[in-house]
């Protein structure tokens, strides 16, 4: 059966602190391995991964793949308030264009 | 930018209704999905269609059904509502050869 687990599944920090956000997955058929951001609205998209070891990078946000390992992570540096949020992975699986979740990864950013 | 709407934010119906939730998108997409969110368990596939009148069960299609009449819209019905279908529902969609979905805003269903 196909899975995807996050970890941890919360986390509290303060603002400046670096985090990092954990997804490993066991799924047939890879395509792709996507990280969203959800605040109290609809996910919105960071990241599509599909080569390994190729590190993306958006502002104080950046992520990496590793296929041989199965598992992908998320660096949020210098962490502000407005980073606070669930953020899901998920993984692409075949050619329907589904995408496999994980249970996502709360934030929560103090001042 | 790509729109994905959602008829209601918020919804309460009785146990036993039939509820229809509505989605339309705005970029001509011929992939569209349903999920819902529940604390702890992430997003869960119910449904999606990759073209009109083409559907095709998710990971939890119990308890639902679609329709897909048009490419824009995509409706989740539920055809007799019970308690342990509150969630929150996320309807999305996607462009041919992208691995990215984009989603509506959702909606959070009670039913008691």
């Known amino acids: 059966e196909d899975k995807v687990v996050q970890s941890p599944l919360s986390l509290v920090v303060h603002e400046g602190d670096t985090v990092t956000l954990n997804c490993s997955y066991e799924v047939t058929n890879f395509r792709s391995l996507l990280w969203y951001k959800q605040e109290k609205k609809a996910p919105t998209f960071l990241f599509m991964l599909?080569?390994?070891?190729i590190e993306k990078k958006s502002g104080r946000l950046s992520s990496i793949l590793d296929k041989k390992e199965l598992f992908s992570i998320l660096n949020i540096t210098a962490t502000q308030t407005g980073d606070s949020a669930i953020y899901l992975c998920a993984v692409g699986s075949g050619n329907t264009g589904k995408l496999i979740f994980g249970q996502g990864t709360t934030l929560q950013v103090k001042p | 930018d790509v729109k994905v709407t959602q008829s209601s934010r918020y919804l309460v119906k009785r146990t036993g209704e039939k509820v229809f939730l509505e989605c339309v998108q705005d970029?001509?997409?011929?992939?569209m999905f349903w999920y819902r969110q529940d604390p702890g368990l992430g997003l869960r596939l119910i449904y999606f269609s990759y073209d009109v009148k083409m559907k095709e069960k998710g990971d939890i299609p119990e308890g639902y059904s679609v329709s897909r009449e048009k490419k824009e819209r995509f409706s989740l019905i539920l055809e007799s509502a019970s308690t342990n279908q509150t969630s929150m529902y996320l309807c999305?969609?996607?462009?041919?050869?992208?691995?990215?979905?984009?989603f509506g805003p959702g909606t959070r269903l009670t039913v008691t």
């Open positions: 970029m001509d997409h011929e992939n």
């Open positions: 999305a969609s996607r462009p041919p050869g992208s691995g990215e979905q984009y």
């Open positions: 599909t080569s390994s070891g």
